[in-house]
């Protein structure tokens, strides 16, 4: 249908539309217009990503000059895939529609590992090794000596695009990964490069989170998009912490061994080299003499996205004189290697921040603040002038540099902690510097910076004010959208009580308690005799399950859940797990029903959903607080409350919650989808807890349903489940959560929808 | 007709059934106890008839036998040889146990196939219920030609049934019972093993390998449960242990279901992640250290539970599923494996494709794209449920007719006089209107009731049974012609008439009940 948002003509490539999504695609208007950064929780399973590719693609296609690009920023592959797929259907709508073929271009782009068609290179099974088999066959300067020396082999892909791949742009259109693959593959061109090429002009692209920021590799692929782009973070509610994994360092013994056997290699390297082709290393130094001017410039007119690890400063000077030299640059590694170890050799807990790491530093082994701010930018010219053949073997040495860079660049935000030993195993010396990034706005400032619009966007943001607060921004709009129904077709039910009137806890007091675990259990034995098909049980942690697993067996109660449906658990092995899924959902598809159990904040509770009858009931056994006796942690949440005063707790509970949500809301996947959702655990009804979960969970959940006990949660359910599978059409939905051109054109369906944008 | 050449396969002397004392015969096909000193048989089982035999437990004074019919009938014999009560009856249960299954199989088939047909078809089942139940054929003639046409007529539905698949928990059924001397009692029924078997081939295995010539039946599954592989925290299985090899299988199948990797994309937990972290970077997750030297006891042995659980459920379910193709299909996967990924990569788009579309698809939001139907608008719905009516040679009235007759009436009623002498009294007029008013006596013809309004629904169903019943026996009453053999004209001349006969009186009080009841 075509639809009249205020004004822009944007087509939807279906017959019906929830009301939800015009008033999203309202909001998202009304950001773009502003060119302001916004935030929007809308439920998921309601449409979100079409409503936003549909909306912004009729922006783009009717003020071209306003909104060059859209980069959609999803956080898995599969994720990356079904945007495209959707886009697809957007493209293929709009052609039928106005007849005339479609001039876009849209593509994914995914790490080597996903787009290589190298026959050799993509039978590798972890990305890093592809990574670097590919620089293996594609850096500059192998195949420069190929010119001399004919069988040095190559990347016939990547020659092949090199020699004519960018004299003609890529033709228009939508290219997921296997449609660049196949495309490179009638070509002969390589996918990746080519994709990373095409992003430059292309008008949708759609990748990870990690290339917009992640600082080592922003720089690498993003660096040079437009200004006028529209930046969107999907499934964003932990946008934060991918910040800050981009810019911590964690460094051990191993680390610094490893680093020691680079900086060997170079310095022999150097000699070699010096023997041979000293002109080589004079041109460098003439390089560095002459700064990082050229970096500068770009920057400057706004070529550029800024780079955190390469702060401005920095690159209107020139390489200080005591590292530029090849010689005295890994003269100066060594030392700061030999410090580092030194450091690494405590017997107790140090805690440093940053400047005064810096004073230790200059006191001990006379090294100043601004070679190591350099660190980082010399090591990778060293690199490319050494010609080394195989990045990744280097990726102990870069990640040293990176630290001293950052370490020496930011005197906030950032805390050093040296641990001797793991807190379980103190008897075991395994010493560990945590250098780590406490704050996430710095890793995606210059995103916010750079680009004109950015929207953060996902199924459960709420409370929805503390993101423009720990991520330092400021948005136009906030917006949290319920789901409208025309049945309520989610049922969530707070468990306080087992049937012996026992309060149901994971707190840490109560962890080992037989009475908790057991009542537990019985819950779960209950709901697998009424729930039908699959059944999703999350713990607050792997260990955790671990126990609570072994007690039930030990009290006979997973035989009897054996009766009902068979069990299949998570496990620490990626591999494994990934086998354990799927045969729970053949157990789901072909009627035995299964139950999974799994770990909140584990790659499951992440990235899997479990839509109909993969998952009728989702089980949420305590409230999955992060393991706050870490240091890192504390030290995070002291930085937050002095930087912006946000409280330990409401920050705690902000986390847990949103990972509550994120597991409970992994069974609903649409209206026509249903799913009961409980909360087991007694402090869920508490308001600070309940009102920290996302409206539209929020809103049902009323206060009968507060403190149940294990009856009565399984009376409750039975009912729900019992009226729920009913027969759903489509017509019982039509006018109230599905609306037809006509009804969402009315005057009183506009005054409704007005109402389901809940501004903050 | 076999009784003459029957094998007799043991005879056991001085067994009472009924307090009478006599003699047991096994044979090849059926089981029989004579009174001793008679010359036939008072009791005779077919083995196919027989569902179970029970034995008296050991310590009990009367050591019996009780065979249980299917019909729910049983009979008891009770061994009383002094000497070697014990040893004959344990010769005679071994016997039958070899025997039973050979012709419960068989017998099974034809029950359930015949159960089966029974619980499908209600109206066979009434019918069966009016003819076989109240005698008036008997079963054997009833199914005589009905499973006959069922087999030849599609022979794959019987064959082509669903596997039975395995009860998740039949490990948990096998509960031990303290037997109150500080021992453990473990029930094993023939399901059980026959479930242990099917999940791990290992087990199975291991005790073709040994049952007959290393250890009996009873010892295996006494070293069974005795072992840690039954246990499911096995860490320490000791070497002497004839399991241990079983749980390496057991892990080794479990590593080569998890190399083999998952063909749908999207539940791939491994490729989830576009660009992982490098090492050293990231927020440091507390991992458990995998190594396995910090590890407790009690931690291993936790996540060898949570293990031996995945692959348990992972076998019952491939055990219940495809129970057939398991091998074969096995061989393909891994060969398409280990060979280069090359071409598991060109198989592999068409499945991501279409879990992708599956995914993205938001089918409310579309028009439901099912071929349009027109909606029916009928002016006269009966005539559409009676169907055309048959054109009969009508007297057409034209509209002058109708003019004319309006005109006469009209003028009749202008010289209409009332005839005061002539009234009737009011009492009969009265009557003459309820008459003629709707639901009287003489409008009964306007408001035509169907027969099936009534007729109570009972009555009707009564009625459709004795129509189906009496159909049915028709159908056996033709079947007889020609008359070519002794025995169809027995059954023609006999029991077929005497039973149309029943079926005729049945009407008969169907049809005195119908009017007792209008009445």
């Known amino acids: ?760 | 007709m076999s009784s003459l050449s029957e094998e007799v396969l043991l005879v056991v002397k001085k067994v009472r059934q009924r307090k009478q004392d006599g003699t047991l015969y096994l044979m090849a096909e059926r089981i029989a106890w004579g009174p001793e000193g008679k010359d036939r048989f008072t009791v005779s089982h077919l083995y196919a008839d027989i569902r179970c035999q029970k034995i008296s437990p050991d310590g009990k004074a009367k050591i019996q036998l009780q065979l249980v019919l299917h019909t729910g009938e049983s009979t008891t014999f009770h061994f009383s040889n002094e000497s070697s009560a014990l040893k004959d009856r344990d010769a005679a249960k071994e016997l039958l146990q070899q025997l039973l299954p050979k012709f419960k199989k068989k017998a099974n088939k034809e029950l359930e196939e015949k159960n089966r047909m029974l619980q499908e078809d209600p109206v066979l089942f009434q019918l069966y219920k009016d003819l076989v139940v109240s005698q008036v054929i008997s079963a054997d003639e009833f199914w005589a030609n009905r499973l006959g046409d069922i087999n030849n007529a599609d022979p794959t539905s019987s064959n082509n049934k669903q596997e039975v698949g395995i009860s998740g928990a039949f490990l948990a059924d096998i509960r031990p019972q303290t037997d109150g001397c500080n021992g453990l009692r473990y029930n094993l029924t023939a399901d059980i093993i026959e479930s242990i078997f099917r999940t791990y081939p290992a087990v199975k295995e291991k005790y073709s390998e040994n049952v007959p010539h290393n250890l009996t039946e009873k010892e295996f599954w006494t070293r069974f449960f005795q072992s840690h592989y039954f246990h499911r925290d096995r860490i320490n299985t000791g070497t002497q242990d004839i399991f241990s090899e079983c749980a390496k299988q057991d892990e080794k199948g479990l590593k080569s279901m998890v190399v083999q990797g998952v063909k749908n994309p999207l539940v791939d937990l491994l490729s989830l992640e576009d660009k992982t972290l490098d090492e050293g970077y990231g927020f440091c997750k507390t991992f458990p250290s995998t190594s396995n030297s910090n590890r407790t006891v009690k931690e291993s042995s936790n996540s060898a539970i949570i293990k031996r659980f995945n692959h348990h459920s992972a076998m019952v379910l491939a055990a219940g599923s495809r129970k057939g193709e398991t091998p074969a299909d096995h061989a393909s996967e891994t060969s398409s494996t280990d060979g280069n990924s090359r071409d598991s990569d060109f198989f592999q788009p068409p499945v991501k494709k279409v879990k992708l579309q599956e995914v993205i698809e938001y089918e409310d939001l579309q028009r439901e794209n099912r071929p349009k139907t027109v909606a029916l608008n009928l002016k006269k719905s009966d005539r559409y449920a009676h169907g055309p009516v048959p054109l009969q040679s009508q007297h057409y009235t034209t509209s002058q007719d109708i003019i004319n007759s309006v005109n006469y009436i009209r003028h009749e009623m202008l010289n209409y006089k009332p005839n005061l002498t002539q009234v009737l009294s009011s009492t009969t007029a009265s009557s003459a209107i309820a008459a003629l008013s709707p639901g009287g006596v003489l409008m009964q013809a306007a408001t035509q009731q169907a027969i099936n309004q009534m007729v109570p629904t009972e009555v009707q169903g009564e009625l459709k049974h004795l129509y189906a019943a009496a159909g049915e026996l028709l159908r056996h009453f033709w079947s007889c012609f020609p008359v070519n053999t002794p025995f169809l004209e027995e059954k023609l001349t006999g029991h077929l008439e005497e039973m149309l006969q029943t079926a005729y009186r049945k009407f008969h009080i169907w049809q005195t009940r119908r009017m007792l009841r209008k009445t």
């Open chain 1, 1 to 760: 249908m075509k639809l009249n948002i205020e004004g822009l003509l944007v087509y939807f490539p279906y017959d019906y539309i929830y009301p939800e999504q015009y008033s999203y695609m309202l909001e998202l208007k009304r950001t773009l217009d502003a060119k302001g950064h916004g935030v929007l929780e809308m439920p998921s399973g309601t449409g979100k990503t079409i409503s936003l590719l549909s909306l912004i693609v009729a922006y783009q296609k009717a003020f071209p000059l306003e909104v060059t690009k859209l980069i959609y920023c999803s956080r898995t592959v599969p994720e990356i895939e079904k945007v495209v797929e959707e886009l697809r259907k957007l493209m293929e709508f709009y052609s039928k529609q106005t007849g005339e073929s479609n001039n876009f271009l849209a593509l994914a782009l995914s790490s080597r590992k996903n787009l290589c068609i190298h026959p050799e290179v993509s039978a590798l099974r972890f990305g890093k090794e592809v990574d670097g088999k590919c620089h293996s066959l594609t850096a500059s300067y192998i195949r420069a000596q190929r010119h001399s020396t004919p069988d040095v082999p190559v990347c016939r892909f990547y020659e092949e695009f090199d020699a004519v791949g960018r004299q003609v742009p890529l033709p228009a259109g939508i290219y997921n990964l296997d449609d660049l693959k196949d495309f490179g593959r009638r070509k002969g061109w390589c996918p990746y490069y080519l994709a990373r090429y095409s992003i430059l002009h292309a008008n949708i692209v759609v990748y990870s989170y990690h290339y917009l920021l992640d600082p080592k590799i922003a720089d690498l692929v993003s660096k040079e998009l437009a200004k006028n782009s529209v930046v969107v973070f999907d499934e964003a509610h932990n946008i934060d912490n991918v910040c800050i994994d981009s810019m911590s360092v964690n460094i051990t013994r191993r680390t610094l061994d490893r680093c020691h056997t680079n900086v060997d290699t170079l310095q022999n390297t150097i000699q070699k080299i010096k023997e041979t082709d000293a002109a080589k290393l004079k041109m460098e130094y003439r390089r560095l003499v002459e700064g990082l001017k050229e970096a500068n410039v770009a920057r400057e007119t706004d070529v550029y996205l800024a780079n955190p690890v390469l702060p401005d400063e920095i690159l209107k000077e020139a390489v200080p004189g005591n590292i530029r030299t090849a010689e005295h640059f890994v003269g100066f590694l060594k030392r700061f290697l030999e410090y580092l170890k030194s450091r690494l050799r405590v017997q107790h807990v140090v805690q440093e921040s940053a400047p005064q790491f810096l004073k230790d530093i200059f006191d001990k082994v006379c090294i100043d603040r601004k070679p190591l701010r350099f660190c980082a930018e010399r090591l990778q010219s060293l690199l490319r002038t050494l010609e080394i053949a195989d990045i990744a073997d280097f990726s102990a040495v870069t990640l040293i540099s990176n630290f001293a860079t950052l370490v020496s660049t930011y005197s906030q935000g950032f805390t050093i902690i040296i641990e001797p030993f793991e807190d379980r195993t103190p008897t075991i010396a395994n010493p560990v510097l945590h250098f780590s990034c406490m704050d996430p706005s710095i890793a995606i400032k210059p995103v916010f910076q750079r680009f004109q619009s950015v929207i953060i966007t996902s199924g459960t943001l709420s409370p929805l004010d503390i993101y423009p607060r720990i991520l330092d921004f400021r948005p136009v709009t906030m917006a949290s959208f319920t789901m409208t129904l025309a049945r309520t077709c989610l049922c969530p039910l707070i468990v306080g009580r087992g049937n012996d009137q026992v309060a149901l806890s994971s707190k840490f007091e109560t962890r080992e308690d037989f009475a908790v675990i057991r009542n537990y259990g019985n819950l779960l034995l209950e709901m697998s005799a009424i729930v039908p098909d699959g059944i999703v049980a999350f713990f607050t942690s792997y260990v955790y399950m671990e126990n609570i697993v072994a007690s039930w067996y030990e009290q006979g109660i997973l035989e009897n859940i054996q009766r009902n449906k068979l069990i299949f658990i998570e496990t620490p092995d990626a591999a494994e797990t990934s086998m354990a899924l799927e045969k729970y959902q053949e157990a789901c598809e072909n009627g035995r029903g299964a139950i999974l159990l799994s770990v909140a904040r584990g790659k499951v509770s992440e990235g899997i959903d479990f839509v109909h009858h993969f998952g009728r009931a989702v089980i949420m056994f305590g409230v999955p607080y992060v393991y706050t006796q870490s240091r890192i942690l504390k030290a995070r949440l002291e930085y937050l409350r002095d930087q912006f005063q946000i409280r330990e707790n409401d920050f705690l509970t902000f986390d847990a919650m949103r990972h509550a949500a994120q597991c409970v809301g992994r069974a609903i996947r649409g209206k026509t989808d249903y799913g009961l959702m409980i909360f087991a655990d007694k402090r869920y009804a508490r308001a600070d807890k309940r009102g920290k979960l996302p409206r539209w969970i929020q809103e049902h959940i009323n206060d009968g349903s507060l403190n149940l006990t294990v009856d009565e949660a399984v009376q409750l359910s039975k009912h729900f489940l019992r009226q729920m599978a009913q027969p759903f059409r489509q017509e019982d939905q039509l006018g109230l959560s599905l609306l037809t051109l006509e009804q969402l054109e009315s005057e009183e369906m506009l005054q409704k929808i007005a109402k389901i944008a809940h501004q903050t």
